[in-house]
């Protein structure tokens, strides 16, 4: 075809294919530093994933693609350092070009990055903590990675390790046949347990505070046991520490608290004991037992009235004017100066009458008593009474004349309190007198009264 085109044309055509722009050429991959990187995760801190290239001749911007399983993020940069935070465990793809000024994309660089995640729990806590990674844990923190083995130091390799004694340590995770490794520097910091504690006394219930410090989170489920024979209530996490009510048994010598978290102690408080104070006694009562009793009461005066043995009281010379009994009532003023025995004054007005003839006849009662308090218990009371009679007829009728004569009587009264200081009071007395035939008329003298006490309201005991 070029024969038959002639010289001409042949110089033309190559001058038309000179004339063309030749193709551009895409720039190179990005070399990546890396084809594999591992980043944790640690105390709740997302990873910081860092991927960085050499810069490529020719490129104006990179593009980085960072697949997480679906998610699929896309960015433009024109540093050659690629730069995310990343909370997600597991496998990553990074995917990076270079594109030129004229937007030719170069061929694509990929790298894996793994992202392990390793907890932290504060010792108590029922979680983990949000912790930076750069700050002190404090002692019975438990480290964890979840599907990995950890190991603090020289300790003992396992799901969970817990920090027991203080101090800097690598903390390592992973390391099985397909697994990545991470190693990351932990500060474990002592916790400082300490209390004022005063002496406490046994059998009582004492509200003690422990002070819990530490550099390093402390949680609220922290146990605490007893030393010694100590019951304990229930503590109450406060801010600072703790509030633990105690109560010492009245044979324990020794006492103090043990404070734990994760079954590791964070320390120990002693307590010392002494003695319950004696139980207040009120001093006794001043002896001072005056008393002043003041009643009065009613009743029936019943002497005899028949044959020999009957009353001579007005001394009658006919038998028929010998004096019946009859309703008594009159008052009554007692003085106790001591404690079990006083003196009781009685005056009271017997409506009488003839035995055999009509009338009335006023009999004066004057009488005084030994009473003796033998018997008291709670609102109840029984008295002993003994003295002398004098009685005094204000009328006379017949061979019946005003007169007196004496008589002597022994009896007792029981007594009911119905109200602080004031009682119901029932007596009975057996009264002798002169009889007719010159012997003795034996009369009975039955009451119900009513007494009030003034000066010392208190019963004797």
């Known amino acids: ?58 490129a104006a911007r990179y593009r980085a693609r960072w697949t997480s399983g679906a998610r699929v993020y896309d960015r433009e940069l024109t540093d050659t350092v690629f730069e995310r935070p990343e909370l997600t465990p597991g496998q990553h793809v990074l995917t990076v070009t270079a594109i030129d000024a004229n937007g030719v994309e170069s061929a694509p660089s990929d790298v894996l990055i793994d992202v392990v995640r390793v907890e932290a729990t504060a010792p108590g806590a029922r979680s983990t ?184 009281i007005g001394q009658p010379l006919d038998p028929d004017d010998t004096l019946t009994g009859g309703p008594v009532a009159g008052l009554r003023i007692g003085l106790f100066p001591t404690r079990r025995v006083g003196v009781e004054l009685e005056t009271g007005i017997v409506t009488s009458s003839y035995t055999g003839r009509l009338g009335v006849v006023p009999l004066l009662i004057n009488r005084g008593s030994i009473a003796a308090r033998l018997v008291e218990d709670g609102r109840f009371g029984l008295r002993g009474l003994l003295g002398g009679d004098v009685f005094t007829t204000l009328a006379k009728g017949g061979t019946s004349r005003v007169g007196t004569v004496g008589g002597l009587h022994y009896g007792a009264a029981f007594t009911i309190e119905t109200r602080p200081g004031v009682s119901v009071r029932l007596e009975a007395l057996h009264v002798i007198t002169i009889a007719q035939d010159a012997g003795y008329a034996h009369c009975l003298e039955l009451q119900i009264g009513v007494v009030a006490r003034l000066g010392r309201r208190d019963r004797w005991k």
């Open 129 to 312: 903590t949000g912790m930076p990674a750069s700050g002190a844990f404090a002692v019975g923190a438990t480290f964890s990675s979840p599907g990995l083995t950890c190991q603090l130091g020289a300790g003992t390799a396992g799901a969970n390790v817990v920090a027991t004694v203080a101090g800097a340590f690598p903390l390592r995770c992973g390391g099985g046949p397909g697994q990545p490794t991470v190693e990351v520097p932990v500060v474990v910091a002592p916790v400082i347990v300490a209390g004022d504690l005063a002496p406490i006394a046994r059998e009582t219930e004492t509200r003690l505070h422990l002070t819990i410090a530490s550099v390093g989170a402390v949680g609220d489920q922290l146990e605490i046991a007893a030393v010694g024979d100590l019951d304990l209530g229930t503590a109450l996490r406060v801010p600072g520490g703790l509030e633990i009510p105690v109560t010492p048994s009245a044979t324990a010598v020794g006492a103090g608290l043990v404070v734990r978290a994760n079954g590791v102690e964070l320390g120990r408080v002693a307590i010392d004991l002494v003695d319950a104070p004696a139980p207040y006694e009120p001093p006794p009562p001043e002896a001072d037992w005056f008393a002043l009793d003041l009643g009065a009461q009613i009743g029936a005066f019943l002497p005899p009235d028949v044959g020999g043995a009957a009353n001579a």
């Open 1 to 58: 075809m070029i024969a038959a085109m002639g010289p001409r044309a042949c110089v033309l055509a190559v001058v038309v294919l000179a004339s063309r722009p030749a193709a551009a050429l895409p720039p190179d991959a990005p070399r990546l530093v890396t084809t594999s990187r591992t980043f944790v995760a640690f105390a709740g801190e997302a990873a910081p994933v860092k991927v960085s290239w050499s810069p490529v001749s020719g």
